[in-house]
């Protein structure tokens, strides 16, 4: 069962930056579709961006287009998140998943496995 585990939350100035990570104890991370989702209290959880297993292709909801970008090291069995520019609306709780598809899928059923999350909140 592939564990996943997300660093690098905490707290941001508006217009800062912060970087997460996603570690994967898993051998057959490489052959992976990874995406990035988060919750705000009372919403539902939210696609944010995907990378496929290559990291050749990666794919972003609109509203952090532009903001952030998803990268991965197979070697290190690890999914980064960068996050720039960010905004007050960017503030949840961050979660890294994993598919065994090769599609970059924005629905929260079509990942299998789930990392506990981390908080990222923007203030000022």
């Known amino acids: 069962q592939a564990q996943l585990q997300e660093f690098g939350g905490g707290l941001a100035q508006i217009g800062g930056s912060l970087r997460l990570s996603c570690a994967a104890s898993r051998y057959t991370f490489s052959t992976k579709t990874m995406g990035w989702f988060r919750q705000s209290p009372g919403s539902e959880r939210l696609f944010v961006g995907g990378?496929?297993?290559?990291?050749?292709?990666?794919y972003y909801a609109e509203s952090v287009k532009g903001r952030f970008t998803i990268s991965r090291d197979n070697a290190k069995t690890t999914v980064f998140l960068q996050m720039n520019s960010l905004k007050p609306e960017d503030t949840a709780v961050y979660y890294c998943?994993?598919?065994?598809?090769?599609?970059?899928?924005?629905?929260?059923?079509?990942?299998?496995?789930w990392g506990q999350g981390t908080q990222v909140t923007v203030s000022s």
């Open positions: 998943a994993e598919r065994d598809g090769t599609a970059i899928l924005t629905s929260t059923a079509e990942y299998n496995y």
């Open positions: 990378i496929s297993w290559s990291g050749g292709r990666t």
